[in-house]
């Protein structure tokens, strides 16, 4: 359209827009690495990564997704958390059988942007070594921000209805 996206956004909005993301980044108790996966041409890479600066977390901002290549940078960082596309995160499934364990230290997995099969998410929240690992799936658009979301646990997650995108967030959109 040639203008900017942001130009939608007052600063209400943005504030409701970014809640989702900010109440799950404030059930982490103490200070642990944020590793974002996304687009750096996409909105959501700037608000993932502010808010994550804003709680003053360790941030990783990450290029690469080839599961070997993941595997060894999560490996040598160990992050407590990961927003990523469903893409990657299908692709990081294998993760789950890799001998070095390289989702253990992860407590949280967001997703934005499309579905994802609830074996995918039952296999990457088993290959935590988390007490209680959460996957947390949020759907919406960039002009209004989330709409709805929905959260896995480890005990739940294979039983999960995958046609089932999640639960109205009071507030996003109207």
Request: proline residues 8%; hydrophobic residues 40%.
């Amino acid at each position: 359209t040639g203008i900017p996206k942001l130009v939608v956004h007052t600063p209400r909005r943005q504030l409701i827009r970014l809640r989702p993301q900010w109440l799950l980044l404030s059930l982490m108790k103490k200070r642990e690495t944020v590793a974002i996966n996304v687009p750096f041409v996409h909105s959501r890479l700037y608000a993932a990564m502010a808010l994550t600066l804003l709680r003053e977390m360790p941030i990783l901002l990450m290029t690469e997704s080839a599961p070997e290549k993941v595997a060894d940078f999560f490996q040598e960082n160990r992050p407590g958390f990961i927003e990523g596309l469903p893409n990657a995160f299908v692709d990081w499934e294998v993760l789950a059988d890799d001998s070095r364990k390289p989702l253990e230290s992860v407590r949280y997995f967001s997703s934005t942007f499309d579905a994802m099969h609830p074996r995918t998410i039952s296999r990457l929240l088993g290959s935590s070594g988390r007490r209680v690992p959460l996957f947390i799936q949020l759907y919406g658009q960039s002009e209004v921000g989330p709409t709805v979301g929905r959260p896995y646990f480890r005990s739940t997650a294979h039983k999960a209805d995958g046609r089932c995108m999640g639960f109205h967030l009071p507030g996003s959109a109207y």
